[in-house]
């Protein structure tokens, strides 16, 4: 089955969109934009939207100064710029933990000083996707852990809520604080030819919103009077307004007490978690500094134990708590849970909100907005073949050389096969993999992301691109900040635009009008 | 703040301290190798050695100490102690230790801070050791010390004066604390004994202590024994003297727990002020020379020996008293 969406990205007229082959250069169908500097080369392709230039070749209105600007720079001034950024990353530590076999390395996250560009219009499009998404995920996870109406109506089947490994039976019943079950969420958000669209949802701890930050302080260093001719929304905001977020949440009648927990030093996000933690002037715990007494969390303080509020945990729900979850957790603090379900600390985001992004229920949000909402989904789908059910692995396996296959709980770009790319036998060990066990898996088209322009090997080159935006949800309501993390798949042609995989990011700026 | 943190910083502390100690001694021992006598090089060595409480290199069984730094090149002996990294306390391993520490402090250190110390560890990560040997084997231990005392100058200017400062300040003097008495002791017993023969003399400890200016002005340009060893424990406005450091640990214990420098005084402060007394009361036992003849148990052995146990105790009491408390003492009441 594929699941119905409102207005699927992909274009059926492209039959195989997006395959890596043939993408970039300036050979092909491609036409050159017209510009004479730093743009000399940068050629369009037709088969992707490009995010600064129009099909005709001249730059959009609203990127128009700053193509201009940019093809203006000598070569030599492009490269300084992107130095500058990389050199300041690395002595400001800005940088995300990878886990080898043998060591641990702190690499720096590529960054492409050129910004990508988001008109006032298409932002108030997206912002208004992404609260409605959110409201709908946040009722539809109160639902499924109390009366479960959306599985008894058949919105979503039974079996894939429950069945779900992330759906947390001891969450039945649980008065959550306001019923904000995702106080933060992160959704990734790609353009087409048709427009965009939200490929994952990211509900459980969704992370990048510290190099969105990092990218817009290296935009304003770099290029500050491009940055104020622009009139962009600002970003830097957001600690505060997470702060206020989850202090919304605590019923404490003092200024309440945050703190985040986090896997610690190894965790490939802890530069981030250090980060916020900083910025918003809040305990960075580990499970080691916790401590559960008369169902009432603690910090082990220099000066004695201090009552903990609000605990913005970056750790999956496994590890959250050994009483109750993982046995062999040493991330979290025994008993935890318990002072959770007594109301003593509320836990944002809420254990078990990763059924709301696993990626075959993702393929029934539309439905879930519908349902909860009575509206239309505002972003669409991409289309999701959902191999649990038997047309669906049929489908897939038909077609697995012109198709995206994903784990339902995969992350990070990890666990899955991409087609085009894949060798034959590539392609076969992954459908032995799918005949075993079908209903961990989903497939969905190779997308034609769209393309922005990057600085690289000394020109500008499109690469393609996606989107994060973050939206909030405090007991007051959703607050989205006008930004996102902009992820750039650097390598030439590929569409993998994760950290973890060779992408890089961008500062993404949204107009003000 | 979190126990947890107060430790890292009390850790990052000793760390940059450490590391700017060592990097202090190898200073003014690789100054020397210009125009000092090959014993009392090889002497110069087997004190900073000592001090640092580093193992005497490799040498036939049949070699004593102060032979086998005799055997022993400069090179091998200089690159263990600044770009060994499997030297637990080399300047790299330190630097690096320090960074560890400070990079789960990041919420508490200042942006400035943090980039000084780590542009500072990535320099001396991947400088070249054998080309700065080639080219001049001090250049890159002078500029380890300006790195480091740029750090300390950042420290001073950026950090407000809370209990982050304060444990971070503890570290580095306790640190000092041990390090000094260590120095003083080795110097005492191993690099300038009366009558001995290679010497290192009073007025380059003095230098290495970056107390020779001050010296001067205070006691003239005779550097003896008695008097350097006095101005270098009891002075209290000598920044490595020892009274020095431990007026600024006390300072920082009664900042951080006001009610633990009253009565009933919490048992690292009680300790702190016992060395405080001991260090007052020391003058006689340095100086007075015909108590030290006369006795062979060594006086002044025996009041550094004192002082090492209980700057050893005051960091174990330390930790237990911030960091490792039993849950059931830290609830609130």
Known sequence: ?513 | MLARVAADLYWMGRYIERTEHTARLLKYQLTGLVDAPADELALGWQVIYRALGQSPPMAPADVDEAEAFMMADAYTLAGSLVEDHTNPDSMVTCWGMARENATQLRPQLPLEVWTTLNRGFLWIRDCDFPAAWKKRPVTLVAEAVDRLRLLAGVVEATMSRDDVWRFLQLGRFVERFQHQTNLLRTWDRLGAPDGADPSLSWSDLLRVCVAFELYCRRHGMTAERDTVLEFLIRDPEVPRSLRFALERIEHMLVGIDPLGSSHPLVPPRRVALRLAATVEAATGSVTDRERREADDSHVTDHLFEHLAGDGSRLHDLLITEYVDYPVSEGLPS
């Open chain 1, 1 to 513: 089955m594929t699941v119905a969406t409102t207005g699927t990205p992909t274009d059926p007229a492209m039959g195989n969109p997006g395959f890596e082959t043939g993408d970039g250069g300036a050979g092909g169908n491609g036409s050159v934009v017209a510009g004479s500097g730093a743009f000399a080369d940068y050629a369009l392709d037709p088969r992707f939207h490009d995010e600064m230039f129009g099909g005709d070749g001249r730059p959009r209105e609203a990127c128009r100064r700053l193509s201009e600007a940019l093809d203006r720079f000598p070569a030599e001034e492009l490269i300084k710029l992107q130095e500058g950024v990389y050199r300041r990353f690395l002595h400001e530590g800005i940088t995300f933990t990878v886990l080898g076999a043998d060591e641990v390395s702190e690499q720096i996250i590529p960054i492409d000083c050129v910004p990508r560009v988001i008109t006032a219009a298409e932002w108030d499009h997206i912002e208004s996707g992404l609260k409605q998404r959110l409201t709908a995920i946040n009722l539809f996870l109160r639902d499924i852990y109390h009366e479960g109406r959306s599985l008894k109506d058949g919105v979503v089947p039974p079996d894939l809520v429950l069945g779900c490994p992330q759906y947390r039976v001891e969450m039945r019943g649980v008065k959550v604080p306001h019923d904000v079950y995702v106080a933060v969420g992160g959704t990734d958000i790609v353009r087409t030819d048709t427009g965009f669209a939200v490929l994952e949802d990211n509900v459980r701890v969704p992370s990048g919103v510290s190099y969105m930050l990092a990218c817009r302080a290296a935009t304003k260093r770099s290029v500050p009077a491009l940055y104020r001719e622009h009139a962009v929304r600002e970003v830097a905001g957001y600690p505060q307004r997470l702060y206020s977020t989850l202090a919304s949440l605590s019923s404490s009648t003092t200024r309440p007490r945050v703190a985040i927990l986090t896997p610690g030093r190894y965790n490939s996000a802890y530069y981030e978690h250090a980060f916020l933690a900083g910025e918003m002037g809040v305990d960075l715990v580990e499970g080691r500094d916790l401590v559960v007494h008369n169902a009432t969390l603690y910090a082990r303080m220099a000066s004695g134990l201090r009552r903990i509020d609000v605990l913005y945990r970056r750790i999956d729900d496994d590890f959250v708590d050994p009483v109750t979850f993982r046995r062999d957790s040493v991330l979290g603090a025994p008993g935890l849970f318990h002072a959770y379900r007594a109301g003593n600390v509320v836990l944002a985001n809420a254990p078990g909100t990763g059924v709301a992004d696993d990626k075959a229920v993702y393929a029934f949000l539309p439905r879930i907005i519908r349902y909860f909402l009575n509206e239309e989904p505002i972003l669409a789908n991409v289309d999701t073949h959902l191999c649990r059910e038997p047309e669906g692995l049929e489908f897939t396996l038909d077609n697995l050389r012109d198709l995206v296959v994903k784990e339902v709980g995969g992350s990070g770009g990890y666990g899955m096969l991409v087609g085009p790319h894949a060798t034959g036998r590539e392609r076969e060990e992954f459908a032995a993999r799918l005949r075993d066990n079908p209903t961990n898996y989903i497939s969905q088209p190779v997308l034609p992301l769209s393309r922005a322009g990057c600085f690289v090997d000394g020109s500008l080159q499109p690469r393609h691109v996606d989107l994060r935006p973050f939206t909030l949800h405090g007991a007051e309501g959703q607050d989205v900040v006008p930004g996102g993390l902009c992820r750039v798949a650097l390598r030439e042609g590929s569409l993998v635009v994760n950290s973890s995989q060779g992408g890089g990011c961008k500062d993404l700026w949204v107009l003000r009008s």
